[in-house]
């Protein structure tokens, strides 16, 4: 049975985020052949993460060969104290390229909240593509080892009508799309090759990353000197849609805010490139490279 025309726009909306959030939510089925380690369901003491920097806001433009096909603004909005433990909470936006409307027209809100361990606790996603707003809601209770999905209308008063309920069975702590991106600038500086469980389309699957601690440069438009960045790769044991298929890899900052500086996902007809045009991060400017210096 196809899917609804709302499952398709959420199908191409996480193809079009999960680029940049680690391809989370695209990449093929296939295993990597390298061992990996599985992450634990016993979270982490928590630490203070230099890289969580509420206020924090970074733009993208994603492209594919010439054609710039939209751009993701990622903002860490703010952090609590709930129920004993500190709870960061971000979003992302996306917006398609206007030209492009004929083929392609997606608003997407995503909102996440994250423990200090960068796990997931609630993740929204609010479609604004069409005329009415739809919405989904994932709310992790790791104590039953369970999520609660919600499905519905977001109404114009701000208020959200549930018209579906679900209740899906996890093994552990997961993360979701947006969270993954934070866990990965969290844990890009290590020499770690893990098993990431990820809550996708209602089925808790894995995204295998490798992260190789290698420094090298990287350049991008907005940026007038070559920049330092760590590489890392990874794929994702699930199959995408709209023939995205293969691994992903991205080079972040190499410093304490380890910034997405750039990231690359490839396609049936080619790449898909995600590069930063802007940012406003408190007393941060982009590493500069020095060759024959560092690792």
Not at 89 to 106: I, K, T, Y
């Amino acid at each position: 049975m196809g899917r609804s025309e709302p499952g398709r726009r959420r199908s191409v909306l996480s193809v079009f985020v999960g680029v940049v959030f680690l391809a989370s939510f695209i990449a093929s089925s296939q295993k990597g052949s390298h061992a990996v380690r599985e992450l634990s369901a016993a979270p982490a003491s928590p630490t203070q993460s230099k890289m969580l920097q509420v206020g924090e806001e970074l733009e993208y433009r994603v492209s594919y060969s010439f054609f710039n096909i939209g751009t993701i603004r990622i903002q860490v909005i703010d952090k609590e104290e709930k129920e004993g433990m500190t709870v960061y909470r971000a979003q992302a936006l996306m917006d398609s390229n206007p030209s492009l409307s004929w083929l392609l027209d997606l608003h997407i809100r995503f909102l996440s909240e994250m423990d200090a361990n960068i796990f997931s606790y609630m993740w929204i996603s609010d479609d604004s593509s069409n005329h009415d707003v739809n919405f989904r809601r994932f709310q992790f209770d790791y104590d039953s080892s369970r999520v609660f999905s919600e499905e519905g209308k977001k109404l114009p008063s701000g208020e959200r009508n549930v018209e579906s309920f679900d209740t899906l069975s996890i093994n552990g702590r997961c993360q979701d799309g947006l969270s993954l991106f934070f866990y990965a600038r969290e844990n890009v500086r290590q020499k770690n090759q893990v098993r990431v469980p990820t809550l996708i389309e209602k089925k808790e699957e894995y995204t295998d990353i490798n992260f190789m601690n290698k420094r090298t440069d990287i350049e991008v438009d907005a940026i007038d000197y070559p920049v330092e960045v760590v590489e890392f790769e990874g794929e994702a044991e699930y199959v995408g849609v709209f023939g995205l298929t293969g691994g992903f890899r991205g080079w972040f900052s190499n410093d304490d805010a380890r910034v997405p500086i750039v990231a690359r996902m490839n396609v049936i007809l080619g790449s898909i490139k995600i590069q930063l045009v802007k940012w406003n991060r408190p007393g941060w400017q982009p590493p500069k490279y020095v060759e024959g210096t560092g690792k």
